[in-house]
């Protein structure tokens, strides 16, 4: 087990610059997940842990000794791929084994409990004379793992490891890597581009956009207290609405002015500081509720609904406000059509503000009434922050 460091990481491939400049830091036996859209820099990142790649600039380090210059071997951590990464000729069991006698100092027999206990773990004992191409996906995900496994590394990097597996078999490995992580308690880090799939598996979500981390919280506080627009709008689907407003304020509090409609703004912290300028209004689609006639016109959103999508457990509605869209969700038999008008209220608690530049959040209503303190702190530079 060991605790990994990343500090002011860069990575330049020539002219592009993958990764720009992240602090990381991994507990000892902590699960973290990081995610981010495709081509942000997450599989550099775990390849510079992996000594696959070498930093452009800045450290990373195991139990805080510099891993730079060390070679991927002597790192004492395993990777898990997406495409498993397996031998076709060799046999489950021998593409577990191949090169854990050079990668280690167990002895074969060592080595063969090891593949006992591994497969049994994964359930895959029966399948260890079989080679890939007689094993399913999930199958054969699973002897890349059990290959990662019998090493006992210090640290597991995980990149897309389900990505390949359908729907089903995803949610189920998911569930299996959770369990193992349980049981084998080592430190792992597990990218994925899938924001479902972090907000279910990590303790610790690192969201990651353009090579520069986001915002380092639990799935909880990244999905209510998102720290810029990015993050705002990459977790959650479907994603938060985000419109235009003018900030004012007036004998019964601040509002948020749009051309089609004017909301109440709770007190709340950098609301004052946000008075009298432009913001960027978030709400969830899932804290706007469609208002019966009794509703005060005052606190609601005009919206004509231009798309209807029945989703089975709920109907999506795509309305317009004014030159903006804007997603809601209705009850699954309701009888809106497309060409009705609405009225929306949101969740007064669930309200946020973004500048309109940098993105970065200036604020969230849901503060000012429950002042969220879990012990856990929100790491997040500010979305412009240049390296
Ligand atoms: N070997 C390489 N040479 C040049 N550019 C690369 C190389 N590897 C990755 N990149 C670039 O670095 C950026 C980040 O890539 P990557 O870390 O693979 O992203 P992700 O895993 O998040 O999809 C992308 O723009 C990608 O094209
Ligand atoms: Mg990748």
């Excluded at 497969?119 to 895959?124: C, F, G, V």
């Excluded at 049981?183 to 479902?196: G, S």
């Excluded at 959103?301 to 231009?306: D, G, K, L, Y």
Aim: proline share 5%.
């Amino acid at each position: 087990m060991a605790r990994i460091t990343l500090e002011n990481v860069r990575k330049e491939y020539g002219d592009v610059v993958a990764v720009r400049g992240i602090d990381l830091e991994v507990p000892d036996g902590s699960f973290v997940v990081v995610v981010g859209p495709s081509g942000c820099g997450k599989s550099t990142t775990l390849r510079l842990v992996a000594g696959l790649e070498s930093v452009t600039d800045g450290d990373v380090r195991k139990d805080g000794e510099s891993l730079v210059g060390v070679e991927p071997k002597d790192r004492d951590v395993a990777m898990v791929f997406q495409n498993y990464a397996l031998y076709p000729h060799m046999t489950a069991e021998r593409n577990m084994t191949f090169g854990a006698g050079s990668a280690t100092d167990f002895d074969d027999a060592e080595i063969e409990r090891r593949v006992a206990d591994a497969a049994e773990l994964l359930d895959i004992a029966d399948l260890l004379d079989r080679k890939p191409e007689a094993l399913s996906g999930g199958e054969r995900q699973r002897v890349a793992l059990g290959r990662a496994i019998i090493r006992d590394p210090d640290v597991f990097l995980m990149d897309e490891p389900l990505s390949n597996l359908d729907a089903k078999l995803r949610i189920r490995m998911r569930a299996e890597l959770a369990k193992l992580h349980e049981e084998l308690r080592t430190t792992t880090v597990y990218v994925t581009h899938d924001q479902t799939e972090a907000m279910t598996l990590g303790d610790e979500v690192v969201v990651m956009n353009d090579g520069r981390i986001q915002q380092v919280d639990s799935p909880q506080r990244l999905y209510d207290y998102p720290a810029n627009r990015f993050v705002a709008e990459f977790i959650g689907d479907p994603a938060m609405n985000a419109l235009e407003v003018a900030v004012e304020s007036g004998a019964d509090g601040a509002r948020a002015a749009h051309p089609g409609f004017r909301l109440p703004l709770p007190d709340g912290d950098g609301l004052d500081a946000a008075v009298d300028s432009r913001a960027v209004l978030g709400v969830r689609p899932e804290d706007l509720s469609l208002a019966g006639a009794d509703t005060d016109a005052d606190a609601a959103i005009e919206a004509t609904v231009t798309v209807t999508e029945p989703l089975g457990d709920s109907l999506l509605l795509e309305c317009r406000v004014g030159d903006d869209r804007l997603k809601t969700q209705a009850s699954p038999r309701s009888d809106v059509r497309s060409g009705d008008t609405v009225a929306l209220t949101p969740d007064p608690d669930r309200l946020h503000l973004f500048d309109v530049e940098a993105g970065t959040a200036l604020y969230h209503s849901a503060e000012g009434a429950t002042a969220p303190d879990d012990g856990r702190t929100t790491r997040s530079p500010p979305a412009t922050s240049e390296e």
